[in-house]
């Protein structure tokens, strides 16, 4: 009798969570990520996986300081209904505890069905804090979007697929895996309306009761693209022993325009700046040609870059698990063929 009730309950919606998520329609925000005046390409594969919901408007907002220039490239992205605009000297930095504190005022105001984030440093900072300060159970990862409220997320390092099913009358707020998703396209006859934060919702950012400032930033400049964008990543493991050997991979890089990565291993071993890691501690990338030099091939590292369109693996030893995953392998002395690599790759280039 009991279990009976208990289906019947079930059965029946509850009203108020229904009229929240009628009154919402899927109104989806995705929090924008930029630097340095250039939106990032993470934000436009999480426009992709917005719009992937299926139905109703997609909100982005460009939170910062002198954020015009972000804004207007925002408003010609394919998808997207509207840019809300934060511009404060408060947000220039992208501190986590005032920019969850707007995004809380903006979600009381906006009434939000989903809320989504990047899966990378900027996400994985901000995305946990605004989802407590909002009672919300985060999703992590998202690599596939089923319907509106089911998503695919890798776990143990890549090695399975978990779906998770959220409850639909509630706000969903989730990071997106960008390796996983097409980049947005732009076009000129997309206009998205610009709509800026009222002072209101502003002043929430402002009254963060967190003592967090901005203290330095350390910043290295390279002509190289950046790792996680890179059409090439060329990248090394402790095998190359010495810096100055590892130095090898970068005059490789230029040669393609690629950028360089590495192994755990090889940061651990101080070959490298850990910036440069590839992997589940590291970064993610899914480039269209990624080559391996003396990397084994750890469960943490391949969660990092399996997703490459094709991978070439270069090893001393033939059962290397990296050649599991490889669509080209080549058993032999890295030290011996860097050098011929290198003279095929400057051939392309005349």
């Not at 989806?28 to 999480?46: F, N, Q, Y």
């Not at 995305?127 to 596939?144: I, N």
């Not at 076009?187 to 330095?216: G, K, M, Y």
Request: aromatic letters at 4%; charged letters at 20%.
């Amino acid at each position: 009798m009991f279990g009976c009730l208990m289906q019947r309950q079930r059965a029946r919606p509850n009203t108020c969570n229904f009229l929240h998520f009628a009154l919402s329609q899927l109104n989806t925000l995705v929090i924008g990520e930029h630097k340095d005046s250039r939106l990032a390409a993470s934000t436009l594969h999480t426009i992709t996986a917005a719009c992937a919901l299926g139905q109703g408007d997609v909100s982005v907002l460009v939170a910062g300081s002198s954020v015009e220039p972000v804004s207007k490239a925002v408003q010609n992205i394919t998808g997207v209904d509207n840019v809300l605009v934060a511009d404060h000297e408060n947000l220039s930095h992208h501190i986590a505890e005032p920019l969850s504190d707007l995004v809380v005022a903006l979600h009381t105001r906006h009434n939000f069905s989903h809320i989504l984030a990047p899966s990378s440093t900027f996400g994985r900072n901000l995305l946990p804090r605004a989802a407590a300060l909002l009672d919300c159970q985060p999703v992590s990862d998202v690599t596939e979007i089923l319907d509106a409220s089911t998503y695919v997320r890798p776990i143990y390092a890549g090695n399975a697929l978990e779906t998770v099913q959220c409850s639909a009358d509630s706000l969903q707020m989730f990071s997106v895996r960008t390796t996983a998703f097409e980049k947005a396209t732009t076009s000129e006859s997309a206009s998205a309306a610009v709509e800026p934060v009222s002072s209101e919702d502003l002043a929430a950012a402002q009254a963060t009761s967190i003592d967090t400032r901005w203290e330095d930033e350390t910043v290295q400049k390279s002509t190289r693209p950046e790792l996680g964008a890179a059409r090439v990543v060329i990248s090394g493991g402790r095998a190359l022993k010495t810096k100055e050997n590892f130095q090898l991979l970068e005059s490789l890089a230029d040669k393609v325009g690629g950028a360089v990565g590495a192994s755990r291993a090889a940061v651990d071993a101080g070959l490298c700046p850990n910036d440069m890691q590839v992997g589940q501690t590291g970064k993610v990338v899914a480039p269209e040609l990624y080559i391996a030099l003396g990397i084994s091939g750890a469960i943490q590292h391949l969660a990092g870059m399996k997703d490459s369109k094709c991978i070439v693996a270069i090893n001393s030893d033939p059962d290397a698990p990296i050649f599991q995953v490889a669509d080209y392998g080549l058993v032999g002395n890295l030290f011996n063929i860097l050098p011929e690599l290198e003279k095929e790759f400057a051939s392309l280039k005349t």
